[in-house]
């Protein structure tokens, strides 16, 4: 249905700045008429969809049943809503015709509100009522089925029909898609439009397995990554991220690479390379997911330093440089740098050169407030767990010019069933190769000491040795 009982976060609805929104400058403007009775003296808004939020772009008082609005410019072809709180939303599209839109909203029956002037919102209407249509008569079907007490031979007939049913269906949407595939209603309906998967309901693994590598190869297939007007959908920047967490390999490089390849599919538009590379940008280095920072160093490397992005500033660069620093050597799927340190006993010793299933190089400060609080969960909850299943610990205090003090915090820890080292002189340059910039910071390294675990607390440590070691 058109309409829609929707709760929207007034936080995103009127966020007004939005990048490279800006509406267009040629064409004979926009202007959008909505006939509405019983809503006199309500606010009603025009919005807009962008990057899987919503964005207020009007706002006008319903008076004697009409809400108008207008722009001397067009507004950038996308999807757009009407919105009077509390729970009333309608979706338009918005595409090159935009000066003479007419909607006529029938309060007993929102069905049979009407719109004129815009083809592609017209479109989307008969759709959405046409596929409401037929999943009522999808359900009542279901509905029959669940019975229990049905003989085989209805069973069999409801079967067939609830079958016949989706065969329409597809047919309609498939039918609509081709006879429009040049205007914009087209562009939308094919890009919601899943692929078909070559088995629809896997029996075994093998069927499984190929589903996922189909799915992976051709998920995008219809949607036109060079199509700008796409991001200004309620639905693209939810692909992105339902491509990547549920038919990309879980690993930090396979996410990163992906998300690479997907970059150089829009780089035959600019609005679209700029979306994609920014979206993929931003979501990582604010994802509180370990190794996502894979994702935005690797487009980092490939798209953004020593090239000249004008709507990246000096500043901007500045923080993703500042922040790549922190992590070029210590990712998720490196090999960890061979520190040398010395024991309390003056001994030198190198970390990959201990033999462990799960090496855990653990950095704090004996005088560090958080350090204090974390250390003795490391150790006697973390550590007493896992250590008869391979786990071994290097704590390397970064602030052991005081031997005394260091040496005090170990024992009241009870630390000396770990391997306890200090760089006094700093030779080892651990600051280099691993972010110490905040402690305690915990690396966790595997038995060929690669990276696979970072910067996460006891809690999250837990977890992650309850996965893997158990697995």
């Known amino acids: 249905m058109k309409f829609k009982t929707v709760v929207i976060l007034l936080s995103l609805l009127f966020a007004f700045g939005m990048e490279a929104q800006n509406i267009k400058d040629s064409g004979s403007g926009f202007n959008l008429e909505v006939n ?53 939303r309608t979706d338009i599209l918005i595409g090159n015709e935009q000066s003479n839109i007419q909607i006529n909203i029938n309060k007993d029956n929102y069905l049979r509100s009407t719109i004129s002037g815009s083809n592609d919102s017209k479109l989307l209407w008969d759709y959405l009522n046409k596929i409401a249509d037929n999943d009522n008569i999808r359900e009542t079907l279901e509905d029959q089925l669940s019975d229990p007490n049905i003989t085989p031979q209805k069973r069999a007939s409801l079967e067939k029909e609830l079958a016949r049913e989706n065969e329409i269906s597809q047919m309609y949407v498939e039918t609509l898609i081709k006879d429009n595939k040049n205007n914009w209603f087209g562009a939308f309906l094919k890009g919601i439009t899943p692929v078909t998967l070559p088995y629809p309901t896997p029996k075994n693994d093998k069927e499984f397995t190929e589903n996922k590598n189909y799915g992976k190869a051709h998920y995008f297939d219809n949607i036109d990554l060079t199509d700008p007007r796409l991001w200004r959908t309620n639905y693209m920047a939810s692909y992105v991220d339902a491509y990547l967490r549920q038919w990309v390999d879980p690993t930090p490089d396979s996410l990163a690479i992906a998300a690479s390849k997907l970059v150089a599919k829009t780089k035959s538009n600019e609005a679209c390379f700029k979306e994609m590379l920014s979206y993929l940008i931003n979501t990582s280095t604010t994802s509180n997911r370990m190794g996502d920072e894979n994702i935005w160093a690797k487009l980092c490397e490939e798209y953004i330093f020593g090239k000249k992005l004008n709507w ?107 391997i306890n080292a200090f760089d006094a002189k700093n030779r080892s340059q651990f600051w280099l190769y691993f972010d110490t910039s905040y402690i305690p910071a915990v690396f966790v390294l595997d038995k060929d000491k690669k990276i696979v675990a970072k910067k996460i607390d006891s809690k999250g440590l837990e977890q992650f040795f309850d996965f893997y070691i158990n697995k």
């Open 36 to 88: 509405y009775p019983g809503q006199d003296g309500k606010k009603m808004y025009f919005g807009q969809y962008w990057r899987g939020a919503t964005y207020a772009r009007d706002s006008v008082i319903v008076s004697s049943g009409k809400a108008i609005f207008s722009s001397k410019q067009k507004y950038p072809e996308g999807q757009y809503f009407l919105y009077i709180a509390p729970d009333i």
């Open 312 to 418: 990246i500033d000096s500043t901007q660069m500045s923080g993703l440089q500042f922040m790549y620093e922190h992590i070029k050597n210590n990712r998720i799927g490196m090999k960890a740098r061979n520190l040398m340190l010395t024991t309390m006993d003056g001994k030198t010793f190198y970390t990959n050169d201990i033999k462990a299933d799960y090496l855990m190089l653990y950095f704090y400060g004996h005088d560090c407030h958080y350090c204090i609080e974390e250390t003795p969960r490391l150790h006697n909850e973390l550590y007493a767990k896992y250590k008869d299943k391979g786990l071994q610990v290097v704590a390397i205090d970064i602030k052991g010019e005081d031997r005394n003090e260091w040496e005090k915090f170990i024992k009241d820890n009870k630390m000396t069933d770990w």
